[in-house]
């Protein structure tokens, strides 16, 4: 792994990726998303794995796709290389991705981190996304993705004008879970991790996956969804234990199972 960092174990079932291109401010190239594909593969795999944490630095989440990368590509080299392609298998990762974000997440940046599944930010994060500026429009998301967590207007706004949104705003906007101090963002990221990671992990995963389908589906077959994820929790001996526990009054010992 050359532009990632990955740690199985930063704690107990909680495995930590650092985007790792500090002088390009984490900019997204090929063979740097293709490693975070990997990595997210594997770990998706690790039964010692419940909550995964994508970070960047103090300084850059990740200041977009890579410009000089693509600057010279025809339309059908782009085609062709299809290279944001790998971002459909990060999206189908099943345990739960939390993006930890200081600084800028801009363009594919900002698609990155909304393409996990809660965001925890740094006061000194910048989100945007400002690829028209550079004569072209997001392409892994942007303009679904913000417009459905911030809304139609702002979204056209940032989209349209390239500004970018401040931590607080984002905040404010629904884009973010919670805004900490720079020095805080890390262990806040790990706190929400550590939190999910006591739970059983068959239902994170089921009620990930039907949250997700609300974004994918009409109401009717979203519930419909849910409702059958609901019932096959009852499957697990985790839900066994969960509300066994609870009538004798104990803390739950979830197992994954
Ligand atoms: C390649 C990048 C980069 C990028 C920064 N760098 N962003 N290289 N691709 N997206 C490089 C700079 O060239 C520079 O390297 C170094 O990182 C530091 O950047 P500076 O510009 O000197 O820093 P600063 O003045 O602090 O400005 C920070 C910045 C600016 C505001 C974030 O770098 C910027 O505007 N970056 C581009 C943001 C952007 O347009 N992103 C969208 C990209 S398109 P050198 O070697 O020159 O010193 C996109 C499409 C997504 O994401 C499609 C699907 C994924």
Known sequence: MEFIKVTEQKEPFIALIELNRP?????????????VRDA????DKNEKVRVIIITGNEQAFAAGADIKQ??????????LVDQFSTWDQI??????????????ALGGGCEFAMTCDMIIASETA???????????IPGAGGTQRLTRAIGKAKSMELILTGRFLSAEE???????????????????????AK????????????AKEAVNRSYETHLDEGLAFERKNFYLTFASEDQKEG???FVEKRKADFKGR
């Open 243 to 245: 509300m066994q526990a």
């Open 23 to 35: 002088k390009e401010l984490n900019a997204l190239n090929k063979q740097l998303m293709e490693e």
């Open 195 to 206: 939190e999910i990671a006591q739970l059983s992990p068959v239902a994170v995963q089921l």
């Open 126 to 136: 910048k989100f945007g996304q400002p690829e028209i500026k550079i004569g072209t």
């Open 70 to 79: 693509m600057a010279d590509k025809s339309a059908i080299e782009m085609l």
């Open 170 to 192: 984002a905040h404010f906007y629904g884009l973010v879970n919670k805004v900490v101090p720079k020095e805080m963002y890390m262990h806040e990221a790990i706190e929400l």
């Open 40 to 43: 997210l593969q594997v770990l």
């Open 91 to 104: 999206r189908k990762t099943k345990k739960p991705i939390i993006a930890a974000v200081s600084g800028f």
